[in-house]
């Protein structure tokens, strides 16, 4: 995580850094600036003092001199200042006319600064940073030929050396002045130019990205979102973690039910726009407002928190409780929906609220509950406050929402479902999910059950019970048979294992799904690994046809299963006529079967029956370790339940 700055230590060091900047900058400047004074003004002013002194000397001149006067007049220069020395050196034209001077003679010969003058050269020479030296070529010019008789206009009469300090250089007041005032724009313009790059950065860009979050937030009316830009200023993070939290507040208030803390209704109406498949159960207490009317409020509260305590002990993790208006209740579960167990559940929330007994303030208070269900993917709000409704209207402990309770909603589900089912037929969104039976003595997967499944748009697995029975009205059910028993064949073709497919009599007596059986068996070959279960809860009427079918299939090694024994032609009867080779006990006599002494009894008589006939046993809805102890003592053949675990995909 990046270290956060404040802004007062951000604008210091964008100062700092600037400054330091500018002032190297001026730094350089200056040394240029000396430099350049060094080598340009001190020229300037060498030569104006140089030509001063040419002055003098010529005006001494006019008036006719000699070696001595010169020498003298150099002397008199010499004294105006101490650290100045002055020397002038004839040229040769000079010499020969007026005499030559032995240092003027060696001067020309070996000073190559005297040589370059003679040359017509001006010549500066920088000893160092405070002394200079300057050679001045004197040329003839048109008065001087009056006394030079012997020269020409344009030739070097001589030199004037000057060597003189630059401590009191002059500078020009307006070059400085200049300097200082670049210098202040050059560094208001850094200064600006540095300051709208960092706080562009540090403060424009994250404030407009805070806004434009905040703006998000406001025009979506989503304050599930939060702020987050990147930026490493501790104000703006401040910012940020104040408005986030205040959100966090906010997203609590508006989701959360102030008495319970739990979720609200605004956030069940959320969860259920996703549309998955799942269980929405209403609970509702009883005539809450004669408990608050007899005890006061604060003693309705209690109930209210310690009934949704209760709720909470005896539902699974999965499912979420909510806390809807005063005395309600929503309980949201996810789920492959398995209709025993909705009602179970639901009978047995109704029965832990009424028979507890809330102490409160040294009274006993009981209360009732009733509750709504409904299942499926949508309306479930809808669907389980009209369950409710009616639950109470007829003074029972729950109802599970059906199509009967509202027609004009039955219709709309239906061409709803039917498109879904077509589309998913057409889409190739039909699928057989297997779930595992295992051999009660070594716990061991022997065989697997086919159960067919929809695939929904968001990639979700649809249980039947929402789409069989329609798939039935709508003449589609035939053509999700072949695609099961088509997937079903090719996936065993390759796993040593039996598997059994669900066929009703319907299926039997369709000549087309009939065809397709037979020709599936012959084609793959896989007889002795499948078994029919015959699913029909009703008697048969076209008993000849559904013998013929088991004596065809039975020709190449397929075995026959009579599914939830004890209803429709599930009897001894058939049992005896249809020759079949195991039998699948109902759930309604397995769920409780540790617990309830009757549907071990049946049971009993139900295994008593098939080892007589020599057929083998089938326990489903095995659940829990307890169920499977039993069953397997009492010595059924296999089982099957989500103990072992739920319908998945096999490759």
């Given amino acids: 995580m990046k270290k956060k700055i404040t802004y007062n230590k951000l604008i210091l060091k964008i100062i700092l850094i600037t400054l330091t900047f500018s002032l190297t900058i001026a730094f350089v400047y200056t040394h240029y600036m000396k430099k350049e004074a060094i080598e340009k003004l001190s020229k300037v002013d060498a030569k104006k003092t ?38 002038v050196y004839r040229g040769e034209e000079v010499a020969k006319q007026f005499g030559d001077i032995q240092k003027d003679s060696n001067a020309r010969k070996t000073d190559s600064s005297v040589q370059s003058a003679l040359a017509k050269n001006e010549v500066l020479n920088i000893i160092d940073e405070s002394t200079i030296e300057y050679y001045y070529p004197i040329i003839a010019k048109e008065e001087c030929l009056k006394c030079h008789t012997q020269t020409q206009e344009g030739n070097v009469l001589g030199v004037i050396n000057i060597l003189y300090p630059i401590d009191d250089l002059k500078i020009s007041l ?14 208001s313009i ?13 403060l424009v860009k994250p404030i ?68 998955k498949d799942s269980i929405l159960m209403i ?25 949704a305590n209760i709720i909470k002990d005896n539902v699974s993790k999965e499912a979420i409780l909510f806390k809807l208006h005063a005395d309600e209740y929503a309980i949201y579960q996810p789920s492959d929906v398995i209709y025993e167990e909705i009602k179970d559940l639901a009978l047995h929330l109704a029965n832990c609220i009424e028979n507890h007994t809330f102490i409160i303030n040294e009274n006993e ?105 329609l798939a039935k009205k709508n003449k589609l059910y035939p053509k999700l048979t072949k695609i099961v028993i088509e997937k079903t064949f090719n996936i065993f073709k390759n796993i040593d294992a039996q598997v059994s497919i669900n066929l009703s009599v319907q299926d039997i007596l369709n000549e087309d799904v009939y065809s397709t059986i037979i020709q599936k068996l012959h084609e793959y070959k896989l007889g002795d690994k499948i078994v029919f279960e ?40 058939y049992i005896m006529k249809l020759k079949v080779d195991y039998i699948k006990i109902d759930a ?6 540790d617990k309830n002494i009757n549907s071990q009894m049946v049971t009993g008589t139900i295994i008593d029956f098939a080892k007589k006939m020599d057929i083998q046993t089938i326990a489903e809805f095995v659940h829990s370790q307890s169920v499977f102890e039993v069953v397997k003592e009492m010595g059924i053949d296999f089982a099957q339940g989500y103990y072992f675990g739920k319908p998945q995909k096999l490759s």
Avoid: C
């Fill in 208 to 275: 407009k990205n805070f806004i434009a979050n905040i703006n998000y937030i406001s025009n979506n009316k989503d304050i599930t979102k939060r702020v987050g830009t990147n930026n490493e200023i501790t104000e703006i993070d401040s910012m940020q973690s104040v408005f986030n939290n205040m959100l966090d507040s906010l997203e609590y208030q508006f989701y959360h039910d102030e008495l319970t803390t739990l979720p609200n209704r605004k956030k069940l109406i959320e969860t259920l726009s996703s549309d």
């Fill in 534 to 573: 015959l699913i029909e809860s009703e008697g048969i009427e076209n008993f000849d046809e559904i013998i013929e079918f088991i004596s065809e299939v039975k020709k190449t090694g397929a075995k026959i299963s009579i599914d939830d024994f004890g209803t429709g032609y599930s009897n001894f009867e």
């Fill in 190 to 202: 850094v200064i600006f130019i540095a300051l709208f790059i960092e706080f562009d950065r540090h």
């Fill in 50 to 87: 140089t030509e001063l002194i040419f002055q003098t000397l010529y005006s001494a001149m006019e008036r006719g001199w000699t070696k001595d006067d010169l020498n003298s007049i150099i002397a008199r220069v010499n004294t105006v200042d101490k650290n100045m020395i002055v020397n």
């Fill in 174 to 187: 307006s070059s400085i002045i200049n300097f200082f005032i670049l210098f202040i724009i050059l560094f």
């Fill in 365 to 469: 208070i009981y209360v009732n509950a009733t509750i709504g269900v409904a299942y499926g993917t949508s309306f479930l709000l809808h669907n389980a406050d009209m369950a409710l409704k009616l639950a109470k209207k007829t003074r029972k402990k729950y109802l599970i929402y059906n199509s009967s309770m509202n027609i004009e909603h039955e219709y709309a589900q239906n061409l709803k479902w039917s498109k879904k089912i077509k589309d998913a037929i057409e889409n190739d969104k039909i699928e057989p999910l297997f779930q595992p039976i295992v051999d009660t003595k070594t716990s061991k997967i022997v065989k697997y059950e086919a159960l067919i499944r929809m695939i929904d748009e968001d990639g979700e697995y649809v249980a039947p019970i929402h789409f069989l029975e």
């Fill in 588 to 593: 309604s006599m397995i769920k409780d079967i």
């Fill in 283 to 307: 609970i509702n207490i009883d005539k809450f407002q004669h408990i608050n009317d007899l005890y006061g409020d604060k003693i309705g509260n209690d109930i209210i928190r310690n009934t």
